[in-house]
């Protein structure tokens, strides 16, 4: 299957500092990412929807001017945690899919980012 | 909206052994695809199997195959054969077909922690 990467695999930033997470597709153009966002033990939420070239959608109850995301590649979209918290410490994963008519367009997940927050 | 119900927090097994994951859905729509995803400890995400609602034929990959009810809304995992490298949490879900402004949009469910006993 196709891969997503996603950077850094871990991050610990200080209470009010931004941290800027990175998500790739290596091999595919990934025409839409979603965001989630996952408490230990818990399901996926999903944050917000980013779709190449346009602003993302967000979830109701998700602050887009907290959770900042930019699509501006078909490769790469950003998720950038403005003043983190320690509440928002928590582990971030992207999935990245291309939207073909007639075909599967499978959701291809990151391998996440666990973001501690002091 | 659409929701996804896992109503077993946690399952266990014996290696070689069958174990059933429970599921159910509630939407309206009549075009949708039903997907379990593996969370192993690594926690990246993994597909395991699809299914899409307009088949009848329930979706067999492997060890794993899936009891697809659609007018009960009741998607079942049963992994046969079970092996050590089972043991992951697995998620349910739930994405309507195509169109519309939320297509894509995975729905999961809380999750079942499945452990694998020697």
């Known amino acids: 299957g196709a891969v997503v990467s996603q950077h850094p695999s871990w991050v610990i930033c200080k209470s009010g500092t931004s941290v800027k997470i990175e998500c790739r597709s290596l091999?595919?153009?990934?025409?839409?990412m979603f965001w989630y966002r996952q408490f230990p033990k818990q399901s996926l939420m999903l944050m917000a929807t980013s779709n190449e070239g346009s602003k993302a959608t967000y979830e109701q109850g998700v602050e887009k001017d907290k959770f900042l995301i930019n699509h501006a590649s078909l490769t790469l979209s950003t998720l950038t945690v403005t003043s983190a918290h320690p509440e928002d410490s928590s582990f971030y994963i992207c999935?990245?899919?291309?939207?073909?008519?007639?075909?599967?367009?499978?959701?291809?997940f990151g391998p996440g980012t666990r973001l501690t927050v002091l | 909206a659409q929701t996804v119900t896992q109503s077993q927090p946690e399952m266990s097994v014996q290696e070689a052994e069958t174990v059933t994951l429970s599921c159910t859905y509630d939407t309206s729509e009549s075009d949708y695809y039903l997907f379990w995803y593996k969370q192993p400890p690594s926690r990246q995400m993994i597909l395991v199997i699809r299914?899409?609602?307009?088949?009848?034929q329930n979706a067999t990959e492997n060890r794993f195959s899936v009891n697809f009810q659609k007018a009960a809304k009741s998607f079942s995992l049963k992994i046969s054969d079970s092996q050590l490298g089972d043991a992951a949490m697995y998620f349910c879900a739930y994405r309507r077909g195509a169109g519309g402004t939320s297509y894509g949009k995975l729905t999961f469910g809380q999750g079942t922690i499945l452990t694998v006993h020697p």
């Open positions: 091999d595919f153009q990934a025409t839409t």
């Open positions: 999935s990245a899919t291309e939207f073909l008519a007639g075909e599967k367009n499978e959701q291809f």
């Open positions: 299914q899409e609602a307009y088949k009848q």
